[in-house]
């Protein structure tokens, strides 16, 4: 039996009259429409059937029917199957049962839409603001449709954070905004206890610039790939890839085999453009600026390759529903052949660098522990995951554009520290070498766009996963009318991996903080590309009781 | 002449305070490539410093979002003077293509007065270094100010001909 079916005839089995309807469009895509009072028992039940949860996307469909919908997605690696839990409740009482409790890692998507679409979970544990400012008036949900996209409410003045109570003896040191250890604007309360780390609050969503409610008023389905692609500098043909599959599982469009191998070779480039910066920066961060400069200095070579490639250094443009912009060409193909090898064994040097040195096993060994079981529990995922013993990788699990025609190993570690997730981003820049290496000699020929005419239906529901170098992304598309979509959802990696952070830092000594935080390769761009933060306020306050290092200062001296 | 004035301000070392106010990491990242031994700009003196009390100069990557606004407002006013802004990628310089949503106030010319841009999304490492070192006098300007002229219409169609005889000319004289 498929697992799809497996699964919704279990559920129908236990819940019966909750469970309204399923639908698998595809064998490794269920949707089920729950009635909403059953959402904690079912989706502990997919828990304990072995799923994994991924995100929760809430949508409004006020106009249609007068509600507001809420999806929970969860993912079952073993079977290559996502299901999507799917509620409504009527727009005047949006009230859910928070799953929170049991599962931890949808917190954040919880909290997302009381701020967004100003729903209610109950029994959730820390409804506070997460995303919408802290003088955002109350009662303007961004992500309603009656909202305009360039809805500006003007900004009060003397907001604080809403940051937790610090635990009982223990000092508040600020991280951020504007940090060196941060090379994206964030705000960290870490709580410490002389040296050890207590404790951690987060406020971030500062670069957030509304991309998912721009794409679903201003937008049209083929421009949003490019927009796609700069929700993150560093993994842009990522969620550009996910969108479009996202979008083409939705039309039903079928791809040319040699777009979805130009897909591949892309999306390895770039992960092996993106391990060696983070290895730089992690060299960075621990203050071993030799790893930082050698280790881009090998990756320039690929910079300028996927210049060659597709004329832009990053944010490469080449993925678009239907196929890829560019075909490669015979020289491309040599060329890419020769810098990997080159690659490879500068790798190979750095590789017996880092892992013959002390001052790196000293600095990143038995730092940032979590068990394995604290990691499944929390759904972390990607190169953070596989640190801990959890064998996921979504280009296995879920096979999409031609990764299951490649063979490669997923690396993973059980020393459940910061020193194995360098080692898997050493293995796995090896394993993209492998991979592209494969992908070139079995590329087939043919044209590189399918034409899709028609036009989309709307409200087609659809999720598309893609594992980015820094985890898994997951975009979640509902279709629209006009030519654009209805809603659009993005989980970047960090969104997952951000929530277990105080949970690694805990106990940690506080010089650590910076190797631990980008242990995980964060990325808040991608993370806060729908969350609105208004703490512009807030600063001020926060100010006034302890601030960063250098604000502090600036204070001090009078510069105001 | 602010190139001029650049020369005589900061004669000796720059140091560069980068300031990311909610960008995606390309341009983050291109910045940062330029310190790496390809680029290497510390040949000519520039380095990239903590906190902005030590900069002279500022880069600015990103459309200002609304959280970020006031921090960077801040953290020019703790730059020491005299000192300078540069715009990196496309959305410092006009907001990118979210210069309008709802929590976006726009290009990095809505926080601070913003001296040079660069645009590119990402401008490549040789732009951002090129961009500098113009700046500071480093280099001359490659393109030199172009002033257009409308011609009249219809153009004369005898002094096309004589045009094309003239060159047909200097052809001439070439092949002998």
Known sequence: ?560 | MLAKLCKKAFPKSLWVYHCNSGACNGCDIEILNVLTPYYDVERFGIKLVASPRHADVMLLSGAVTRPTLPLVKKAYDAMPSPKLVFGIGSCATGGGSWFDCYNVTGGGDKAIPVNYYIPGCPPRPEAIIYGVALALGLVDKKVAPVELKQMEFPIDAYERNRAWENRNVIYKLLDD
Request: proline share 5%.
């Open chain 1, 1 to 560: 039996m498929k697992a799809a079916e497996n699964i919704s005839k279990k559920l129908k089995d236990r819940f019966g009259a909750s469970v309204v309807k399923t639908e698998s469009p595809y064998d490794s895509r269920l949707f089920v429409e729950i009635k909403k009072e059953a959402v904690k028992e079912i989706s502990n039940e997919l828990i304990a059937l072995g799923a994994r949860y991924l995100v929760g996307v809430g949508y409004d469909s006020i106009k249609r029917d007068g509600n507001l919908g809420m999806v929970h997605t969860f993912s079952f690696d073993r079977d290559d199957l996502f299901v999507c839990i799917k509620m409504a409740a009527p727009a005047d009482s949006p009230v859910f049962d928070s799953i929170t409790p049991d599962i931890p890692n949808a917190g954040w998507s919880e909290r997302e839409y009381m701020d967004l679409l100003g729903m209610k979970f109950t029994g959730h544990p820390k409804p506070k603001r997460l995303i919408l400012a802290d003088d955002w008036p109350e009662g303007i949900y961004p992500l309603r449709k009656e909202v305009p996209h360039n809805l500006m409410p003007p900004a009060a003045e003397d907001v604080a954070y809403q940051l937790d109570e610090a635990p009982e003896g223990t000092t508040t040191v600020p991280i951020g905004p504007f940090h060196t250890c941060l090379h994206e604007p964030a705000h960290f309360a870490v709580y410490v206890d002389g040296e050890t780390i207590k404790g951690c609050d987060y406020r971030g969503f500062m670069t957030h610039r509304g991309i998912e409610k721009l794409c679903t008023t201003e937008v049209s389905y083929n421009e949003v790939p490019f927009i796609a692609e700069r929700i993150c500098g560093i993994c842009g043909s990522v969620h550009a890839t996910s969108y479009s599959q996202a979008v083409e599982l939705a039309a039903g469009l079928k791809i040319s085999r040699r777009a979805e191998f130009i897909r591949t070779i892309m999306l390895e480039i770039e992960r092996l453009h993106s391990h060696l910066l983070w290895l730089g920066v992690a060299g960075h961060l621990i203050g071993f600026d030799t790893v930082f400069m050698q280790a881009w200095r090998i990756r320039e070579r690929i910079m300028w390759l996927a210049e060659r490639i597709t004329g832009n250094r990053k944010t490469y443009g080449m993925i678009v529903i239907g196929g890829v912009r560019r075909d490669l060409t015979p020289e491309n193909i040599q060329e890419l052949l020769d810098v990997l090898k080159k690659v490879e064994e500068e790798m190979l040097v750095v590789q017996k660098a880092i892992i013959g040195d002390t001052a790196i096993h000293k600095r990143t060994r038995g730092v940032g522990c979590i068990t394995k079981e604290e990691a499944v529990k929390w759904s972390l995922v990607g190169p953070v995951a596989r640190a801990r013993g959890v064998d996921i990788d979504t280009r296995r699990d879920h096979p999409y554009a031609a990764y299951d025609e490649m063979k490669f190993d997923v690396p993973v570690f059980d020393s459940c520290d910061v020193w194995a997730t360098v080692l898997v981003r050493i293995v796995e820049t090896f394993e993209a070498i492998k991979i592209i290496r494969q992908a070139v000699d079995k590329m087939p020929a043919g044209p590189v766009m399918t034409e899709f005419d028609e036009a989309v239906k709307p409200l087609v529901h659809s999720i598309s996963a893609v594992e980015a170098p820094r985890g898994e992304v997951v975009h979640y598309v509902i279709t629209g009318e006009d030519n654009r979509a209805d809603r659009w959802r993005v989980r970047a990696p960090t969104y997952p991996n951000l929530q277990g952070v105080p949970m690694m830092l805990l106990n940690d000594q506080f010089a650590d903080f910076p190797i631990i935080l980008g242990s995980i390769d964060p990325c808040f761009s991608c993370t806060d590309r729908v969350e609105v933060v208004d703490v512009r306020s807030g600063r001020v306050s926060v100010v006034g009781r302890n601030e960063l290092e250098e604000l502090s200062r600036k204070k001090n001296t009078g510069v105001n």
